[in-house]
């Protein structure tokens, strides 16, 4: 084991090439997690609401049915074909299949070759930016919670708790040891994080009498102010607003859409995190020397 972290150590590409293949695989899972988690979380509220008010279940609900992160086992909707370990092969298998079911050959969806592609490819930039530390480690982990996040909101408009707060301590650890930043821009980073968006939330339902935003945004952000820490907030909020302000004008042009319009942004707050966890420094330096000339 000793020798195998060595040459880890002492070869980027070989670091690289191991995290590359491991995020095609995490990939893989992060696609049954934005599937399932958001499933899991309704029927929890099901069940947490029958035993609330006292009411009898439905015999015909699926409560009963065990259903988490690994059961039951992954099978094609259409047929119910067993998906073999052949068939679940990252990226490798959707091109061998054709893209198909190899029972009923009805089409898969793309987004899963696509979601273990980019899983892989981020993982790789991290680990080739930061080198074999134990920084690329934790940052490749909240790469994979960003990029389950991301499909989860895009899918359904929900930031779980189980991965925006998860997020949120991972961070909050790591400042122990100030691998991205120390314990009070850490903290500093979490609680301005959390509060901006809050205080956003409330005087936007008070103007409109509407909620802009959901509290999970509010989560997220405080997660990427534990890892940015206070100083890289602004740049995240910045990102996100601009960017997700283009992509809604935009969706409503096209879509002939009216101002209402619901927008999940969560994918914008997490890419925005993502790129200053990594160029924070260069950002903000580009930002005074060439667009205020100071």
């Not at 000793?2 to 491991?22: E, N, Q, R, Y």
């Not at 534990?226 to 601009?242: D, E, H, N, T």
């Not at 997700?244 to 969706?251: E, F, N, P, R």
């Amino acid at each position: 084991m000793t020798a195998l972290f060595d040459a880890l150590h002492s070869s980027p590409w070989l670091f690289c090439s191991v995290v590359f293949i491991v995020s095609l695989m995490v990939g893989s899972f992060l696609n049954v997690v934005i599937y399932r988690l958001p499933i899991m979380m309704e029927r929890g509220w099901k069940a947490e609401f029958h035993a609330y008010f006292g009411e009898q279940d439905d015999p015909s609900s699926e409560k009963n049915e065990l259903f988490n992160l690994a059961v039951p086992v992954s099978s094609c909707p259409q047929c119910g074909h067993k998906i073999r370990a052949w068939e679940n092969i990252p990226v490798l298998s959707y091109l061998f299949l054709g893209g198909k079911c190899s029972s009923c050959k009805t089409p898969i969806s793309i987004r899963y070759p696509i979601v273990e592609l980019l899983t892989g490819l981020f993982s790789v930039w991290v680990a080739w930016y930061y080198g074999p530390s134990a920084q690329a480690c934790i940052a490749i982990i909240l790469t994979w919670l960003l990029i389950a996040m991301t499909g989860i909101d895009l899918d359904t408009m929900l930031l779980p708790d189980q991965l925006t707060l998860g997020a949120l301590w991972i961070g909050l650890l790591a400042s122990t040891q100030q691998l991205f930043v120390g314990p009070v821009d850490a903290i500093l980073g979490a609680t301005f994080g959390y509060l901006s968006l809050w205080s956003v939330y409330w005087l936007f339902k008070l103007v409109t009498g509407k909620e802009g935003m959901g509290f999970g945004d509010f989560k997220l952000l405080a997660a990427l102010g534990a890892f940015v820490g206070w100083q890289g907030l602004p740049i995240i909020i910045l990102l996100s607003s601009l960017v997700g302000a283009v992509v809604g004008i935009t969706m409503m042009l096209v879509q002939a859409k009216d101002r209402n319009l619901a927008i999940p942004f969560g994918p914008y707050l997490a890419a925005a995190g993502w790129l200053a966890l990594l160029y924070k420094d260069t950002i903000t330096n580009y930002y005074f020397t060439q667009i205020l000339g100071l």
